[in-house]
């Protein structure tokens, strides 16, 4: 049985100490190694950023591309290479800002791929200036009083796009992790994940709601799918639908059993987009959202050929020629 | 006995005018003659009928084995519409003759080409030239009474009926053009009769009109061998589909549609198979970002744009530069900077194609200078990137990529193999497999995602020699820049050795080149050569690396004249790499050079150094 280390490159990792993509890297190499994934089918693919690190640290196959074309690169390659196993890596900057393009047309492609976005609401490799997921407000290097953009929600963009497989996830929550990035894998088609990590040098704590021990319970809402909307601590709150819009409630006064919470399901698109967009103190973690759809790869080449030739000379003859003696 | 004979077609963007003259040039190219071509189309899809800005024109000139050019001033010129003669009442010989379509020279064109109220604009044609007006509109109406188009279709037969005229004045085998027809309309019989009929009854026409039968025009005599007609792109494309096949590999392109590149986008989805994708992208990053990723999964990979589209391309292009892998990277050039004027040819993005890259970042660069060598050229191409694992730059132009020409194919079998580096498994000593290990010629091997111990990491970052690993080191950094300057420099081993056209070494002047202007050039030197002008015309296919035997051949010239159309750029570089004093001939008009124009540059320059 294969080990993380038996994927692990023998390249130092250039991390800061304490960064949340170590464990985001130790659970995508234990991962591979629960795969048993063939080292040499293997192709994980970044753009630019300390995130987009991460193939150097993968003894398989990578690319380690220009900021934000990581989606382009993976369309072009599973295109032509189908038998390949393709991950891509990217973060916020990369993904959503300069590369929001390619992000969304591969999702609308439906390109096969897991597409793992660490998001730490900071370009971290430029040192601190604040990205497309900064909230408003957030102080960082380029924005000293705050910064005064909307952030997008990457589910909730990604779900507009055309995904069809969306899941949240967090650095330091490990088997939750693995979890999402093993659905991400089996799904047929684009995999969206968005995994919380966390900065410690630029912009530290962002997620310790959804990490610190006390605080997760209230700010952690696990989605699985066919089990009701529950957390808080002992499963004391339950999320129900009033109508389209999402509720919290008590389930320790009496008025409200678990039965009367919201059931999770992931093929529906329009709960989905009511997990996507929710984005306040409870936040959904694990797959919102999981459907079938053609996978762009498949369809192109499902294709007709149109080519008429049967051989190059029959290409260049075209549909009329003649001859000079 | 004519040598040659320009014809110049012109109406409104909806009359049909580039297929009539594509028509005319494949019968022309048939009958034997040589044919150039040329497109001057509007920007505008569907500018209002009749205006001068919705004028479309196709010139060519046919003859004798002298063509080398759509010509300049025209023997013959066609107009559908008041605009169109507005537009290129001055393109026509004096002694030419005007073939005009009555029907479009109403009231209504007059003012729409912006004639005063009043005025005829027929009469105009008539005190000028010797004028032929027919009510072309009357003429096929009549003839298809008894069809089951609609009028607007009825209308749209107008060009095959000037065809049949045509082919009368010149004699050309009318069941040549009717087999056109058939294969045109083959999908919609009422068309399909309507055109035939049409081009018959102009045929007929000819008889009776006070046009006599155009004098004979002389023949080429083209090598023997096999022949069709093809227009730029088309070549371009079935060169690079030709360099997959023989390489024995998957071929895939990514585009973004721009004119005037689209075409080649189009050409090639109609040559898809199983092994050859085509892929329109979101963007022209991503078509060659695409690219990269299907050259990195193995594939013969493939992009095009122009203008705005290859600047997009340029961070891309450094990837594919620091990856060191197989990518061809087509511009198409137009009229800039910017939207500038995207159906006109200019050559002014070969400073570009050197220099638009950030860090070194050396890509050979190939120039066609023709329809038909755009498929030598792209096959060209396509040998050096694969061969020499870089991204190479093919450039052609807006004049190249419309302008029809004879071709005498090629044999599949007759094509230069091409071969790739990829390694058949990993180092036999046990070692790591290493991707940046060069072989003589600095290229590194080629392996690709599924190969057997191979798995390696690439990217974009400094790297150290033979691992790839990362690295800042200085002196690995200028390592890599060395290697790949010289692995570049390697390319110039494909080179045939530098020669003029017509085989002189040494002389007054020569008249340097590179791409579209090649049979401006080629016509120039020609005229002036039979008049006993010493003048050479040395044309560049390889415009990076320059040929190392370059700079001793200009300096047996006295004056060495680079003509180009732009305001000096292949100059510059001529200048700064042999030392040779060279001038400029330029012209950016978004339009070739004529015939004349190079002729006086060549006049005045030796007048200056007698
Ligand atoms: C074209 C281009 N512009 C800018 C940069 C500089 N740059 C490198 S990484 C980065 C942002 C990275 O942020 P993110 O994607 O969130 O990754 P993180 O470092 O936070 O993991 C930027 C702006 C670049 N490499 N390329
Ligand atoms: S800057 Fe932030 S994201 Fe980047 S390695 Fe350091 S801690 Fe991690
Ligand atoms: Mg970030």
Redesign the interface.
């Known amino acids: 049985m294969a080990t993380a280390n038996d994927y692990a ?1 023998d ?1 130092d990792v250039r991390w800061c100490p304490g960064c949340g993509d170590y464990s985001i890297l130790k659970q995508f190499l234990t991962v591979l190694a629960q795969l048993d994934a063939d ?5 994980v ?1 970044s753009g ?1 950023g300390c995130s987009s690190r991460m ?2 640290y ?9 900021h934000g ?1 990581a989606p ?10 189908p ?2 196993d393709v991950w891509v890596v990217t973060g916020d900057g990369d993904a959503l800002s300069i590369g929001g ?2 992000l969304i ?1 591969l999702l609308r492609r439906n390109v096969k791929a897991p597409i793992l976005l660490f998001n730490n609401e900071i370009y971290g490799l430029t040192k601190g200036q604040y990205s497309p997921t900064s909230g408003v407000g957030q102080r960082t290097k380029s924005s000293p009083t705050g910064a005064v953009d909307e952030p997008f929600v990457p589910t909730a963009l990604a779900l507009g796009a055309g995904a069809t497989f969306l899941a949240r996830s967090i650095d330091r929550d490990p088997e939750h992790l693995r979890t999402a990035l093993h659905r991400a894998h089996g799904h047929a088609g684009s995999a969206f994940v968005e995994i919380y990590q966390n900065c410690n040098v630029f912009h530290d704590g962002a997620f310790d709601a959804f990490s610190n021990k006390e605080d997760k319970a209230v700010h952690f809402l696990p989605v699985v799918h066919g089990q009701p909307l529950l957390f808080g601590p002992n499963q004391s709150h339950g999320m129900v639908l009033d109508g389209l819009v999402p509720r919290t409630v008590d389930l320790t006064e009496g008025t409200w059993s678990a039965n009367d919470c919201w059931i999770h399901d992931e093929t529906d698109r329009v709960k989905a987009g009511i997990l996507a967009e929710m984005h306040g103190e409870v936040r959904p973690f694990g797959v919102l959202y999981a459907v079938q759809r053609p996978v762009y790869e498949e369809s ?2 499902a ?1 007709p ?3 008429t ?1 049967s ?3 029959e ?11 | 006995m004519k040598s040659e004979v320009v014809v110049l077609f012109a109406g409104d963007s909806g009359d049909g005018i580039q297929l009539m003259g594509n028509a005319f040039a ?1 019968e022309a190219a ?1 009958e ?1 003659h040589a044919v150039r071509t040329f497109s001057d189309f509007p920007a505008e899809i569907r500018a209002p009928q009749g205006s001068l800005s919705g004028v479309s024109g196709f010139k060519l000139q046919f003859g004798g084995d002298s063509v080398h050019t759509p010509g300049d001033q025209a023997d013959v010129l066609v107009v559908m519409n008041a605009a169109a003669y507005k537009k290129y009442q001055n393109a026509l010989k004096p002694e030419g003759l005007v073939l005009a379509n009555s029907s479009g020279f109403d009231g209504r064109n007059a003012a729409l080409a912006g004639y005063a109220p009043g005025e005829d604009p027929l009469e105009a044609v008539r005190a000028k030239y010797r004028t032929v007006a027919v009510d072309v509109r009357k003429q096929v109406s009549a003839a298809l009474v008894e069809s089951s188009l609609s009028t607007k279709e009825r209308d749209r037969t107008k060009n095959f009926f000037v065809l049949g005229l045509l082919s009368w004045m010149y004699q050309f085998p009318q069941e040549q053009f009717k ?1 056109f027809i058939r ?1 045109k309309f083959a999908k919609s019989e009422a068309l399909l009769a309507a055109n035939l009929l049409v081009f018959e009854v102009g045929h007929a026409l000819g008889e009776t009109l006070e046009v006599s039968a155009a004098a004979p025009v002389a023949k080429a005599k ?9 227009v730029g792109n088309q070549a371009l494309a ?1 060169g690079l ?2 360099a997959a ?2 390489a024995n590999l ?1 071929f ?1 392109f ?1 585009g973004y549609p721009i004119t005037p590149a689209s075409d080649i986008l189009h050409e090639l ?6 092994d ?2 085509v ?1 329109q ?3 022209e ?2 078509a060659a ?6 050259a ?4 013969l ?1 493939v992009t095009a744009s122009s203008g705005p589209g290859i600047s997009l391309k340029a ?2 292009m ?2 594919a530069v620091a ?1 060191e892998l197989p990518l061809v990277v087509v511009n198409i050039q137009r009229g800039g900077p910017s939207t500038g004027l995207p159906t006109k040819t200019e050559q002014s993005d070969l400073m570009q194609a050197l220099y638009g890259r950030h860090g070194e970042a050396p890509m050979p660069v190939l120039a066609a200078r023709s329809a038909t060598d755009a498929f030598d050229t792209a096959y060209l191409a396509a040998r050096i990137a694969v061969e020499c694992m870089t991204p190479v730059l093919l450039l052609s132009d807006g004049f190249v990529a419309n302008s029809a020409e004879a071709w ?5 079998a007759d094509l230069p193999e091409i071969t790739t580096s990829r390694p058949d498994g990993p180092p036999a000593d046990g070692n790591p497999f290493a991707p940046y290990r060069r072989d003589a010629n600095g290229v590194r091997p080629w392996a ?14 400094g790297k150290e020699p033979d691992s790839g ?2 690295s800042y080191a200085p002196q690995d950094h200028a390592a890599q820049v060395a290697a790949r300057a010289h692995k570049v420099n390697r390319v110039r081993r494909y080179y045939e050795p530098s020669a003029c056209e017509c085989g002189a070494t040494e002389g007054e002047i020569l008249l340097v080149g590179w791409g579209g202007t090649y049979g401006s050039l080629k016509a120039a030197t020609e005229s002036l050569r039979s008049e006993g002008v010493s003048v050479a015309h040395l044309h560049l296919r390889h415009v990076f690396p320059l040929p190392e035997d370059l700079g001793p051949l200009l300096r047996a010239f006295g004056r060495v004249l680079v003509a180009e159309l732009n305001s000096g750029q292949l100059l510059q570089l001529i200048r700064s790499e042999t030392l040779v004093d060279a001038r400029g001939v330029n012209k950016v008009q978004g339009l070739p050079f004529t015939t004349d124009e190079l002729r006086e540059a060549v006049f005045q320059n030796s007048a200056q150094i007698r």
């Open positions: 490159s390249q080292p040499d089918r293997t192709v693919v630019i193939p150097y993968v003894n398989t196959y990578g690319v380690h591309s220009i074309r382009a690169l993976v369309t072009g390659l599973r295109m032509t290479r038998d390949l393009n390619h047309h192109v080449a294709l050929p149109t080519e030739a051989s190059l000379d290409m260049f003859a075209g549909q009329r020629t003649w001859e000079v003696l | 494949q048939h034997g087999s294969r083209p090598a023997p061998g096999q022949y069709r007609t093809l079935l589909l030709a096949e023989k998957p895939f990514g989805v109609r040559h898809r198979r199983a050859r994708i892929f992208a979101e963007d990053i991503a970002v695409a690219a990269i990723g299907a990195y999964g193995g594939s990979a961070e891309a450094g990837l990856l005498k194919f090629p044999s599949a690709v995602p599924g190969q057997v111990g191979l798995a390696h990491r690439i990217g974009g970052l690993n990362i």
